[in-house]
């Protein structure tokens, strides 16, 4: 298995869960179809979780290592606004687009704050899955992917958390093992600084063993579009259901909020686990996904290596 073998497992759960989420906010799509294995009718459209996702990946192919000058122009040529981006995205990579500097317009946003969504943390399992073994770098990588949009240090950790947990999924497969929950949390406890990201994953492994809807509404379900109010309960989740991504992504359908973001984050991370078939990612949600555009299969390439 290589590097790329992971991240490609995990783009493909990140967009099926992203595409799969987001009929959710179709009337007439229901959770309790879902639960009854009749999900919804083909074909599902991916989202802006799924495309920025996509520029990741093929930036990854490209040499392994990120050049974010070159990535926000990925981001900025490529956006679709139709594909969900929020009105502050659209804004920003309007003004890539046009040519401003990332490294001033992310900053300046939210009057100096810089953006705290949920946006990094959306794109970027498929990072922590090409660095499984490395897990330091999954978190460096991230918080350079992150700046580029998302300079508030909440999203930047949210994006980290993220990559994180994507690595060490990535790793426990290369190990053959299938660990415990609070394994994967205190993984990514160990890189994350006082914030309220890690508030959110420490009160997340506090409730191991509890409902999906108990989790919900005590960490939040991405309904607020933070960093803060989406990675806790997508790490409960994808730490509860790493063996089994379509549970995974049924307990993103049945918490609500952002479910096609929380669904792309808990589906990048268990299938750089599960990978595809079996418990992983089924042929058929793979099939009903719209299909990813060129840019973001590449070949072999340098910036692989076998694991």
């Not at 074909?43 to 990854?60: G, H, I, K, N, Y």
């Not at 994967?184 to 420490?202: H, N």
């Not at 418990?279 to 555009?293: M, Y």
Request: hydrophobic letters at 45%; proline letters at 6%.
């Amino acid at each position: 298995m290589t590097s790329h073998h992971l991240c490609r497992d995990s783009l493909d759960g990140l967009s099926v869960g992203d595409a799969l989420g987001a009929q959710f906010f179709v009337p007439g799509n229901s959770f309790d179809d879902l639960l009854a294995g009749r999900p919804p009718a083909a074909p599902w459209p991916w989202t802006d979780d799924t495309e920025m996702a996509c520029s990741v990946v093929a930036e990854l192919s490209a040499g392994g290592a990120l050049d974010q000058d070159r990535l926000a122009t990925a981001f900025a040529q490529r956006h679709e606004p139709y594909r969900g981006y929020g009105a502050g995205s659209i804004v920003l990579l309007r003004q890539l687009r046009d040519g401003a500097s990332w490294r001033k317009a992310a900053p300046a946003a939210f009057d100096g704050q810089g953006s705290m969504g949920n946006g990094a943390a959306m794109r970027v399992a498929p990072l922590g899955a090409f660095h499984a073994t490395d897990p330091r770098t999954a978190a460096l990588e991230a918080m350079r992917s992150a700046e580029i949009t998302h300079t508030h240090p909440e999203a930047i950790l949210g994006a980290v958390a993220v990559a994180v947990a994507a690595a060490h999924a990535g790793a426990t497969r290369l190990a053959g093992e299938r660990p415990e929950p609070a394994r994967l949390l205190d993984a990514v406890l160990d890189v994350l600084v006082e914030s309220r990201v890690r508030a959110g994953v420490e009160r997340a492994r506090g409730m191991l063993g509890a409902s999906v809807a108990e989790v919900a509404y005590e960490l939040g379900n991405g309904a607020r579009v933070l960093a803060h109010d989406t990675v806790p309960f997508t790490l409960w989740a994808a730490a509860t259901y790493l063996h089994d991504y379509p549970a995974a992504i049924t307990a993103c359908v049945e918490a609500g909020g952002d479910v096609d973001t929380t669904a792309a984050i808990v589906g990048g991370i268990v299938a750089a686990f599960t990978g595809t078939g079996g418990n992983g990612v089924p042929h058929a949600w793979l099939t009903a996904r719209e299909p990813l555009p060129h840019f973001a299969l590449p070949e072999m390439s340098p910036g692989d290596v076998v694991l």
